[in-house]
């Protein structure tokens, strides 16, 4: 299977971490907050749609809030094949990582 | 509450966001959205907020339409392929399909450019909606009531002068065959119009030189067209030159028009001033007789045409008082709606609607068969129908789909009825005497026109077909075949009778038209009108009438020649002026009446009923006899008219002879009272010779060479008077009749072909039960017998409703004759006899085929 990408392993990441309150508007701000950079509501979306289409989330709906306007949030929970594929990338990047002299060196040394 | 109410994102910008998101489960981005749009209000304010919302929207909207109209493209595709694929496959029903549908068009396309053709009359003019032709109502005290077309000469004047509302007012004729010659060039075949000198001003006739403010204002002047310029001068510049008309008077070319167009009323190839038509020096009448002259009036603007008309009838009855028991109004009626309409109702618009009604039957019953097949094949495509449910596709896209499909069909069959049209278009031409442009095809409005049928009819045939095939269920269908079910058989049912109803209602209608049309060229009118001859006489003719006669007589095989003021298949001109032996003095009473010469009686063979016809050897005759008809006795109420005294225009005579009625008007009119001078102060310039019926031609040639020697310039235009008679009366009723009959032929092809298929895929349908049939012993004639039996059934209810709408439809055509046919049954039993043979002819070809069968074959085919 293909290494996910970036966005993904930062929003399966976020979702891992959210537990329960897994919906969009949470997982953007957590990115945004760790990261530093301002990611759009739109820029989750697409991840979110392909993630679950591969099998690594899963969706149900869940009560609304009063500031949603009374609609219905959307919650995701990560999967089994999820878990992994978050792994695999951890695994694939410290060997990358690992193959580096001198990591402790700033990068302008 | 209260708090969150200034947070809501803007509703319409919501509404759009919630109207781009497919179904309800997919709503939460709303919710996400909304969540957002809280936060950044508290971080950054409403503006910041509402315009990161508008900014969203604007993002997704371009993308959200270039998504679905890829996705849109795509499922067009492939109903454009899966359309082609079932043409292809079912080349058969295909065929029916498509030729039934492209005639069905083509009939339309073909009425829709004619209609445009006759609608585009007299358009050009820039003051066509202020124009006016006047024309005049009479009523007599016995409830007779008299309308004319014809104008009074001082009329136009009066209307100058006296009529605030009127800006112009001018009078036009047209003379035909006048000679114009122009040094060594005579041509006698020129349209001469005769108006008064404001009317190219009136009229917006193109100037290529001269202009119209000062063309005609000339006495002796002469406006000629483009055409008739080339004719008499070539290349010269014909400004100036002097152009003799009618051997009697010079006149000089002041203007040069473009061609007059086809679609104009007035049609002529040069104008010059109205007072010519009195001799150069001639005195213009100041009489209000009824004459063969137009009046044209150009009103304000503003002015308002019906009141205008009480007041123009005022005014002119200060100039003609009326007798008391007379009525006389005057109106005035729309030079644009002159083409189309008749001043007393019917007219062109008549035929128009009959042909456009016909035609959009004959599109009915094409865009039936369809539906027909269409549905009857259902089952074909059931499974396809239940495979896309299951993978997805929706009631409504399926629907889509099949209209899809029935529009393209229509669109590609549109490709054909132009092809047809095309070639067709000629013969349509040579139908109606017109000159329909093929260039009209091209005309926006006539592209729309046929883009809209197209479309209609698509939709139309489609609309059924789409909705049966698309409420399938899909189980049903994918467990087992699905039969022809019971609900789309009603269909079929209702949608043949339907047919048939059309067929036979047309049949019967068209069978009338021509029955009448029968009747009124055989019908005896009361004299023989085969073997006559007749022309106009112009000039040198005239003079010398006795010599020409005499000449032309001395031809054993010419038998009779005479000569009269009018034509007697039709005799409009009415007196008022009559007095007679124990008349009393209220009675005001009208009569046709006609000038004629010796011998009309006997060149007619009309028969005479009491006392004797003008003769040669009572010298009073010509200035003192008249002969009446029988109408006439009757109404004068005589016992014995011979001998009686008569005055006519307050011209004493004594009546010598009473002549059987005879019919000298169409047969909308019934015999009217008539009487007959013989005055020669009257210009008698129709001649009318009677010939043996073997040698024709000779007899024809020696008789325009006689007239070409007696006069040169004027070759006359020999005409047979029976012609002559049916052109002039019924020339409109020989058209629908002749189109109304390939119409209906039409009608009845497309509907057997439907039948046909039909019958066909019937047969196909119970192959297997046919052959079982006959294993069993059934006998080929059974088998026929068994699937013609329904389609009789149908032909049959058919019948019961055609008949009553075509005998209320006949019953109103052939009100407006006086004489006419019986409407008899036998014409509608035998109709609806006629469709069903033809029907079980169709049925019976497919039937005896399947029939014939060897049911080895057929019950092996599974």
């Known amino acids: 299977m293909k290494l996910l990408s970036r966005a993904e392993e930062f929003i399966l990441l976020a979702i891992w971490q959210l537990q329960e309150n897994a919906y969009c508007v949470p997982i953007r701000s957590k990115i945004s907050e760790i990261s530093g950079e301002a990611w759009s509501l739109g820029s989750i979306y697409m991840p979110l749609d392909r993630l679950v289409k591969k099998g690594m989330l899963e969706s149900y709906l869940s009560d609304s809030t009063p500031e949603r306007g009374g609609r219905h949030k959307r919650i995701y929970k990560l999967t089994k094949a999820g878990k992994e594929a978050l792994f695999r990338v951890k695994e694939v990047e410290s060997a990358m990582w690992a193959g580096i002299p001198n990591v402790s060196f700033k990068t302008e040394g | 509450m209260e708090k969150y109410r200034h947070k809501k994102p803007p509703i319409f910008a919501q509404w759009i966001l919630s109207s781009l998101l497919p179904d309800e489960q997919w709503k939460t981005p709303l919710g996400d959205f909304e969540e957002f749009y809280q936060s950044l209000v508290k971080e950054r304010g409403v503006f910041k907020a509402k315009s990161w919302y508008w900014g969203q929207i604007l993002h997704l909207v371009p993308r959200k339409i270039i998504h679905s109209v890829y996705w849109w493209f795509m499922m067009f595709r492939n109903t454009i392929k899966i359309a082609l694929r079932n043409i292809r496959k079912h080349k058969g029903y295909s065929f029916i399909n498509i030729f039934g549908l492209a005639v069905g068009m083509a009939c339309c396309l073909l009425i829709l450019i004619w209609v445009k053709y006759e609608f585009s009359y007299d358009r050009f003019h820039e003051n066509r909606n202020e124009i006016y032709r006047t024309w005049t109502r009479t009523v007599y005290s016995d409830g007779r009531e008299e309308v004319s077309t014809g104008s009074f000469y001082p009329l136009a004047k009066v209307l100058r002068d006296e009529c605030p509302d009127v800006v112009n007012a001018i009078r036009w004729n047209v003379q035909t065959n006048a000679l114009i010659t122009y040094q060594e060039k005579r041509f006698t075949n020129n349209i001469v119009g005769f108006a008064d000198p404001g009317f190219f001003k009136m009229f917006s006739f193109p100037f290529i030189q ?65 007072v010519l038509s009195f ?34 009838t005022e005014t002119v009855l200060k100039h003609v008082p009326l007798p008391t028991n007379m009525k006389a109004s005057m109106y005035l009626q729309p030079f644009a709606r002159m083409h189309l309409y008749d001043v007393n109702g019917g007219g062109l618009i008549h035929s128009i609607t009959i042909f456009s009604i016909i035609a959009v039957f004959v599109l009915i019953i094409a865009c039936m068969n369809f539906m027909n097949l269409t549905t009857a094949r259902a089952a074909n495509r059931a499974g396809e129908v239940g495979l896309r449910k299951v993978v997805g596709a929706k009631k409504g896209d399926l629907i889509k789909q099949f209209l899809g499909e029935s529009i393209l069909i229509s669109l590609i069959t549109l490709v054909f009825a132009v092809l047809l049209v095309c070639l067709f278009l000629p013969s349509f031409n040579e139908l109606l005497s017109k000159q329909l442009p093929l260039s009209l095809l091209l005309h926006p409005i006539i592209i729309a026109g046929f883009l809209a049928i197209a479309i209609i009819t698509g939709i139309l045939s489609g609309s059924y077909p789409s909705l049966f095939l698309s409420s399938f269920q899909p189980v049903k269908v994918l467990r087992s075949t699905l039969g022809s079910g019971a609900k789309s058989a009603l269909l079929r049912k209702i949608l043949v009778v339907s047919q048939f109803t059309l067929s036979i209602f047309l049949i019967i209608g068209t069978t009338f038209i021509y029955r009448q049309l029968h009747f009124i060229k055989n019908k005896d009118l009361g004299f023989a009108k085969e073997n006559i001859v007749n022309f106009y006489m112009g000039g040198e003719i005239s003079k010398q009438y ?196 390939y119409f209906t032929f039409l009608a009845i092809l497309i509907s057997c072909l439907g039948l046909f298929g039909l019958a066909s895929f019937m047969a196909e349908q119970r192959t297997k039960e046919i052959g079982i049939r006959k294993v069993l012993g059934a006998s080929e004639s059974t088998v026929v017998f068994m699937l013609s039996k329904d389609f009789t059934k149908w032909v049959l209810v058919s019948n019961l409703i055609a008949w009553p709408a075509a005998y209320f439809s006949v019953q109103r055509l052939l009100e407006k004759y006086v004489y006419r046919i019986h409407i008899g049954i036998d014409i509608f039993i035998l109709s609806g006899l006629a469709a069903l043979v033809i029907a079980l002819l169709t049925v019976s070809f497919q039937a005896i085929r399947a029939a014939q069968a060897d049911p080895v074959e057929s019950l092996r085919y599974e």
Not at chain 2, 210 to 230: C, F, H, N, R, W
Not at chain 2, 282 to 295: F, I, M, R, S, V
Not at chain 2, 654 to 661: H, P, Q, T
Not at chain 2, 692 to 715: A, G, M, Q, V
């Open chain 2, 546 to 741: 006795e010599t020409f006669r005499s000449e032309l007589l001395r031809n054993p095989n010419i038998l009779n020649v005479t000569r009269s003021l009018q034509h007697p298949a039709y005799i409009g001109s009415s007196v008022r002026a009559l007095d007679w032996e124990g008349k009393s003095s209220e009675e005001n009473i009208s009569m046709n009446f006609e000038y004629v010469d010796y011998d009309y009686i006997e060149t007619f063979g009309m028969e005479m009923v009491a006392g004797r016809s003008f003769s040669r050897e009572f010298a009073t005759d010509l200035t003192e006899g008249y002969i009446v008809n029988e109408e006439a006795v009757k109404l004068m109420g005589v016992e014995s008219p011979i001998g009686k005294r008569l005055s006519v225009f307050r011209k004493e005579g004594r009546i010598i002879g009473v002549v059987k009625n005879f019919h000298f008007q169409p047969f909308n009119f019934s015999i009217q009272p008539f009487v007959i001078g013989a005055d020669p102060s009257w210009g008698k310039n129709r001649m009318f010779i009677k010939i043996r019926p073997e040698f024709t031609s000779e007899t024809l040639n020696y008789i325009e060479n006689l007239s070409k020697r007696f006069s040169p310039d004027f070759p006359v235009l020999l005409r047979f008077f029976a012609d002559d008679v049916m052109d002039w009366n019924y020339s409109t009723e020989q058209l629908i009749s002749k189109i109304a009959g």
């Open chain 2, 279 to 312: 001799g150069q020096n001639g005195a213009e009448p100041d009489h209000w007789g009824g004459n063969p002259l137009t009046t044209f009036v150009l009103l304000h603007e503003n002015a308002d045409a019906e009141d205008v008309s009480e007041k123009i």
């Open chain 2, 210 to 274: 001269g202009a119209p403010e000062t063309a005609l204002y000339d006495k002796l002047s002469i406006v000629i067209s483009e055409e008739m310029s080339q004719k008499y001068f070539g290349a010269e510049n014909p400004i100036g030159k002097i152009l003799n008309f009618n051997n009697q008077v010079e006149l000089q070319v002041t203007g040069v028009i473009q061609d007059v167009p086809k679609n104009s009323t007035a049609q002529f190839d040069c104008v010059i001033p109205f």
